[in-house]
């Protein structure tokens, strides 16, 4: 019996055994692999950082072949410095091959090394000189090789997740191998929606005026804007903070629309549709159009069309407001026009309630001519004129020029009362429509 009893229990005991390792690989592999898909996306962060950055790097560049005037070149110049010391920190967190990582690694610290150079020249008082710009052109080459063999390798790490017990291996990895030793980057030898659409300028709205409106007003002033009449317009959720704003449901002809007007004045904050799906039977133009119809019809005034995008069977278009010829580029609205049927949909008025406000002092102290003559001479010019542009310490009046280098559109704005350079926008164009960076 106790032989029998012992023999039972031994059995019960390696049984007991084997269960508890089992579960205790089961229990690591989880965790192995929980690790393993933690340090994937780690990786993956890291790689997307490091594009924005690259990306911003270029950009900047680009911006320096025109820029006039020692203090944008200095601004540029040490932006791009502390971004390619990011790229460079960022790439030796990777797991890249170690010839590959060095050669990116030594080319964005020169990057750095060499801005530096450049902006201790510049805010000397002297300019960058033809030399200078020749070697930020071959950088400017380099980076765009870098830059799509890092998109590359980017696309790669979502396809092919990091394999295990190789995060950290020298050796090149699977989805870096095509990419990295593959076509060499010539180096050189020495070696970020529309223009100020989220200016935010004042922290006490100007725009916000008018007395006090009580629930009814706002419906009906919510259903002025939405295109239908009061008994369509349901309460809806309310809102407070800077804006404190009633909320209403409006059921339109073009589907339910969500709408929020300020209790102060009863203005429109804005108004978004509840699906935005729609058909694209208009063109763009048409829709541009529609919408400048509307901000005249509900009482926005002069307004004129900055930048336009188009998703969802939407036009999406910029206004900015204008004061005696002059545009107001801090008193913006975002309008929302359905491409089906070009009725407004849509409009975010925030910025324009912030900023918009009459401005006393519009008149320049240079003339357009004489801005103009301030540019590069590598930017072929199509347009120019007078606009206030917002900056971190208030707002300038600028001559802003609109032109074309290497194949690429820009805004460069020049101070209309002291000729200094304000600041330099490049326009891209996107699959749905245009932006400024």
Known sequence: MERKFTARHAAAALGLTLCVSLGINAWQSAQGEELRGQLSMQRQREM????????????????LLIASGAEQSVTLLGETALLAQHVETSLSRLPLSAGSAADAMKFAGQIGDYVMTLAAQVSGGGMLTDDDESQLEGILTACRSLNAQLAAMGDALYTQPLPELQFYDEAALPW???????????????????????????????????????????????????????????????????????GFDADTDSGTIHVQITGQGGHLLWMMPETAEFAQRLTQAACVKAAKVWLADVGFGQMEACFTQQYDGMVVVNFASVQDGVLLYPDQVKVQVSMDTGTVVGAECSQYLINHTHRSDLTPAITQTEAKDMLSGKLDIRSGRLCVIPQESGERLCWG??????????????????????????????QDGETAI
């Open 48 to 63: 997307n950082d490091i594009l924005a950055a690259m990306a911003d790097i270029e950009v900047n560049l680009q911006k």
């Open 176 to 246: 870096e191998s095509e990419n990295a030793e593959d076509s060499a980057i010539p180096y050189p030898s020495l070696i970020y929606d529309g223009p100020f659409s989220d200016a935010r300028t004042r922290d006490i709205p100007l725009g916000l005026t008018g007395p006090r409106v009580t629930r009814q007003q706002a419906r009906e002033a919510a259903a002025k804007f939405a295109g239908t009449t009061a008994d369509r317009v349901h309460d809806g959720a309310d809102s407070g903070g800077q804006f404190e704003a009633f």
């Open 401 to 430: 020029f609109n032109g074309q280098y290497a194949g690429e559109t820009y805004w460069v704005f020049v101070d209309a009362k002291t000729g200094e350079a304000a600041d330099i926008l490049r326009v891209a164009n996107t």
